[in-house]
């Protein structure tokens, strides 16, 4: 695929554990790690995930192989040729091992494998498209996956004339923000939830019909089965209070399960399953999309972005900044999201 290194020196955010275990991180020459396959794409800007958080602080399970350069979703421009795309065509390449057992985008330049790469949509740019990244590909995936298993017949053959609305939790984060957006996009009455009611106007401008804290969106009974508030709920924390919404899904209903930042245990029972046939589904944007259907997701991301794009909160950091909001997105002290920019506060 002809591609040459620059004269320059690469560098990124490099996390590594010394021979003591401690941990490393810090701006450095990139790992020698490239695989003979790889295109290498010259980066404008990287989406910053909660697996990248978990990476700068070397976690086994996302930092895989170090020394490592975190960052699982990119955009940039091709240094040369890659299959149909010309040198220098902008484009964006997300998962397939990027940030976890390759080095990631957090890096002036990263050497992806070809299917990880996409052409960026013309109206996205570089900030545009790493301000949703993953987290919207996601949010995405996950009003397409409970629209596909809802029992709509079952639901029309209630005829009731008001229907349930959807709840998404973890609402002031990146991807509950895009999921709320995505939702209300589809056509469908959310309900976020969130405790940081500062964030209360930009949800409700991105199509919340409603804002609300866990205790509001849930009732506080401990039934394995409580009244149905529910039709679908998109859930971005996990734990308990994905078990507590089990409980109030409708009958037909479904869950999509994105986020673990409250847990990885789900202690819940069989009720919801097996007498109201609720259905729980696990969303996987990085791995499980083929690359076409990547092109399908990154054309309905395109068209969300301008709908949202005047009240989305997007913070852009440099490579300097990034141990920082790693240290704030691992504590959930963030709302929005934040998208790195190599060049901001690297001198060449």
């Known amino acids: 695929m002809g591609n040459q290194k620059k004269d320059t ?10 021979s003591d275990g401690e941990l490393e991180a810090a701006v ?13 794409i010259d980066v404008e800007a990287a989406g910053f995930n909660y697996k990248d958080a978990l990476a700068c ?16 979703d990119v955009s940039g421009r091709l240094r040369s040729s890659c299959g149909d795309y010309a040198a220098g065509t902008p484009v964006v390449a997300t998962g397939n091992g990027l940030g976890e057992t390759m080095s990631g985008g957090f890096a002036t330049e990263v050497w992806a494998p070809p299917v990880a790469i996409i052409k960026r949509p013309q109206n996205l740019s570089a900030v545009a498209a790493m301000a949703m990244g993953t987290a919207g590909l996601t949010a995405i995936l996950a009003v397409e996956r409970l629209r596909s298993v809802i029992d709509w017949d079952y639901q029309a053959r209630q005829q009731s004339d008001k229907s349930l609305p959807w709840l998404i939790t973890g609402a002031s984060g990146g991807v509950g923000m895009l999921a709320v957006a995505a939702t209300a996009l589809a056509g469908f009455q959310v309900v976020a939830c969130t405790r940081k009611k500062t964030v209360s106007d930009v ?4 199509g919340a019909s409603a804002v609300q804290s866990p ?6 009974d401990k039934k394995p089965l409580s009244s149905a508030r ?20 409708a009958a037909g209903g479904a869950v999509a399960s994105i986020g673990n930042a409250g847990g990885v245990m789900l202690p819940t029972t069989v009720y919801p399953f097996i007498l109201r046939g609720v259905t729980l589904a696990g969303i996987d944007a990085a791995e499980l999309p083929s690359r ?3 092109k399908e997701l990154w054309a309905k991301l395109a068209v969300l972005w301008p709908l949202m794009s005047g009240v989305f909160p997007v913070r852009q950091i440099g490579l300097q900044e990034v141990a920082d909001w790693a240290a704030k997105m691992r504590s959930g002290r963030i709302g929005g999201r934040a998208v790195v920019l190599p060049q901001k506060e690297v001198r060449k």
């Not at 949800?203 to 991105?206: K, V």
């Open 9 to 18: 020196e690469p560098c990124g955010w490099v996390v590594n554990r010394g």
């Open 28 to 40: 450095g020459p990139l790992p020698e790690n490239l695989d003979s396959q790889s295109v290498c």
């Open 57 to 72: 602080e070397a976690h086994p399970g996302i930092a895989r192989k170090l020394p490592l350069v975190p960052g699982i």
């Open 203 to 206: 949800l409700l401008s991105l």
């Open 215 to 220: 205790e509001e969106a849930l009732p506080d």
């Open 230 to 249: 529910y039709l679908g709920a998109i859930d971005t924390v996990g734990g308990e209070l994905l078990a507590h919404i089990l409980r109030v899904v």
């Open 292 to 294: 076409e259907k990547r």
